[in-house]
């Protein structure tokens, strides 16, 4: 178990590297695969409790970092004051409360009911969103949600759904690999079998 853990940090890692590279999709409202977000929402259902918010204090700490490096400058003749924007460390409690959503629903993934567990994955990303949203409008002062917004959480929303077999496929793959069970076998159908 202890490898499987160690090797999902290497796949965060590059989950946070590949986000940099992936485009967005003008044609749907800007929409993007959460590339980050999937792949932790996706581990969040293989990986004990503990486990996972250590993943979401380093996911959250990551995103943060991600979105607070680069050139925030702002076009005096635009606007003379600074854009609001969240704290750095609020997104490791939205990564921590987005994991939580996912593990309790982890004996659905465990009963390989792998298409509710895909769409949870979509759903998890949509409230991540919006909760991020809400956030930034509470900074603001207006609440500015309209249809634009709405189209763009729900069409990225839909690519983690997407995205998300090719990443259960991954970390199975991956827990055959180092000999670790993350679905749960049905004991009792054995022992009727056997006995």
Known sequence: MLRYNIILIPLLLLAILFQQYLPTFTEYYNARIFLLLAVFLCCSVTISFPVMFLF?????????????????SIDLSVSRENAPSMRFGASILLFGLAGSFMHGFRQLFFQKKWILTCILVGMSTFLFMMAEYAALDIIRGV?????????????????SIVTAPLLFAALLGL???????????????KSRWNS
Do not use: M
């Not at 609440?143 to 690519?159: A, E, H």
């Not at 749960?184 to 159908?189: F, I």
């Open 56 to 72: 979401a204090l380093g996911c959250g700490f990551l995103w943060d970092a991600q979105c607070y490096v680069g050139d925030h």
């Open 143 to 159: 609440f500015s949600v309209n249809r634009g917004v709405l189209l763009q959480i729900s069409y990225t929303s839909l690519l």
């Open 175 to 189: 827990a055959r690999l180092f000999d670790h069970s993350i679905v749960e076998t049905n004991r009792r159908a």
